[in-house]
C-alpha cells in the first residue's frame, strides 16, 4: 500500500463509527416502513466495509475515489423478498423514508441488456433527510440498499462465488449455460409471483364461498380448512362452548396438523366438515368439559374444536382398534406413543359408553 493511499484511508476509522451509528438508525426506519407498508421480506441485512475492502476500491479506482467519505457503499443494506412483485411497492417506500439520489441508483431490471447475462435488482444510494430529527452528523451520509428477491440474491451469490464479473471471464459456451440459468431464474420469479396470486384469489373464492354457504363441494385443503376454521359459524360456536368450560382466551394457529387427519377419517369436501361438526358436536363438547372443566387453563389454540371433534369420532364411532392406532401413527414416528393414545381411546369409549347407558 503506498504511502498516499494510506494517509488517506486515516479517514475509514473516524467514518467507520459514524456509518455504526448511521446503520443503527437506518435499520429502525427500515423495519419501521416494512411494518408500515405490510410488507415481510425473508430478511434485512447489513454490513460496513472493511478497510481493507475500501482500500482495494480506493486503489482500483482512484480517479473516481479520493476519499473513504467518496464512496456511497461504505454502508450497505441488502432486503430479499420471496416474490418480485413486493419490489417496487418496497421502493417507493424507500424513497418515501429516505433522500434518494436518481444519478447514483440504478434499477438493473431497466438497464440490463435483454440478451446479456446477469440478473437483475434495485440499487439505491440514499442518505437521512435533515428535516426529521435525525443526528446532524449522521444526515448527508450516503448509504446504498438493494432490494432482491431470494432467486436474485442466489444468482447473485452464485455468480460471486465464481467469480464471474464480465462476459469475457469465461468461454463462450459456458457463458451461454450461465444464461440459460439466468432466463430460468427470471421466469420462476414471474411464475411464483402468479401462484401467489392465484392462491390469494382462490382464498377469496373460499371465504366468499363460505359466507353465502356454498362451499360444500370444495374440497378439504388447508386453505379451505383454514377459512372454515375461522368463518364457519358452527366451527366458531363450538369453539366459543369449549373455551366457555375453562374461561380461556384463544390463540390463533394453523390447522394444517389436521388436514391428513380429517382426510383419513373420511373428511373429503368442506361439506363433509359441516356434517362431521353436526353429527359429533354434542360429543366433543362431553369430552371437552370432562377434561377442561375446572381447569385453570389460560389460553386453548384455536384448533382445539377439530381436536375433539376427531376425539369424539374416535371414540363413539365404530373405528376398530388396529385402525385407530394407524390414526395416531400419521406423522408419529413413536409407536408407542401412539399405542398409549389408542389404549386411552378405548378406556374412554367403554367409559363412555357405560355412562350413555
Known amino acids: 500500500m503506498n504511502t498516499d493511499l494510506k494517509k488517506r484511508l486515516e479517514e475509514y476509522d473516524i467514518l467507520a463509527d459514524i456509518y455504526r451509528r448511521l446503520s443503527i438508525v437506518v435499520s429502525q426506519v427500515l423495519e419501521k416502513t416494512m411494518s408500515d407498508t405490510d410488507l415481510r421480506p425473508m430478511q434485512i441485512v447489513s454490513r460496513i466495509k472493511t478497510k481493507e475492502s475500501v482500500a482495494e476500491k480506493m486503489s482500483h479506482k482512484h480517479d473516481k475515489y479520493h476519499y473513504v467519505r467518496d464512496i456511497n457503499d461504505l454502508l450497505g443494506f441488502r432486503i430479499i423478498f420471496y416474490f418480485s412483485d413486493q419490489m417496487d411497492i418496497c421502493a417507493e417506500a424507500i424513497k418515501k423514508a429516505f433522500n434518494v439520489d436518481p444519478k447514483r441508483s440504478k434499477d438493473k431490471r431497466q438497464l ?30 450516503n448509504f446504498e440498499i438493494q432490494i432482491r428477491t431470494v432467486l436474485q440474491h442466489t444468482w447473485a451469490e452464485i ?27 427470471e421466469v420462476a420469479d414471474e411464475v411464483f409471483v402468479n401462484l401467489k396470486k392465484r392462491i390469494g384469489d382462490y382464498k377469496l373464492e373460499v371465504c ?18 383454514t377459512e372454515y376454521m375461522n368463518r364457519s359459524r358452527t366451527m366458531t360456536a363450538l369453539l366459543s362452548d369449549i373455551s366457555a368450560v375453562s374461561g380461556a382466551g384463544i390463540k390463533e394457529v394453523s390447522p394444517e396438523y389436521y388436514v391428513e387427519r380429517l382426510h383419513f377419517l373420511g373428511i373429503q369436501t368442506l361439506g363433509d366438515l359441516k356434517r362431521f361438526n353436526t353429527e359429533e358436536y354434542d360429543h366433543a363438547l362431553l369430552l371437552a368439559r370432562n377434561v377442561l372443566a375446572d381447569k385453570d387453563i389460560e389460553e386453548l389454540i384455536s384448533t382445539v374444536g377439530f381436536f375433539y371433534l376427531c376425539r369424539a369420532r374416535l371414540v363413539f364411532g365404530d373405528m376398530d382398534e388396529k385402525r385407530i392406532y394407524r390414526y395416531y401413527r400419521i406423522d408419529e414416528t413413536d409407536p408407542g406413543y401412539a399405542a398409549e393414545q389408542t389404549e386411552h381411546i378405548m378406556y374412554l369409549r367403554k367409559l363412555m359408553r357405560h355412562d350413555a347407558h
Open 112 to 141: 440490463i441488456d435483454p440478451t446479456a447475462f446477469g440478473y437483475i435488482s434495485l440499487h439505491y444510494i440514499c442518505s437521512l433527510p435533515e428535516d426529521q430529527g435525525y443526528p446532524v452528523e449522521l444526515c448527508g451520509r
Open 159 to 185: 455468480e460471486h462465488d465464481l467469480g464471474y464479473k464480465s462476459e469475457f471471464d469465461i468461454p463462450r459456451e459456458i457463458r451461454r449455460e450461465f444464461s440459460r440459468v439466468a432466463g430460468l431464474l
Open 208 to 225: 366468499e364461498s363460505i359466507s353465502n354457504d356454498e362451499a360444500d363441494d370444495m374440497t378439504l385443503d388447508l386453505i379451505t380448512l
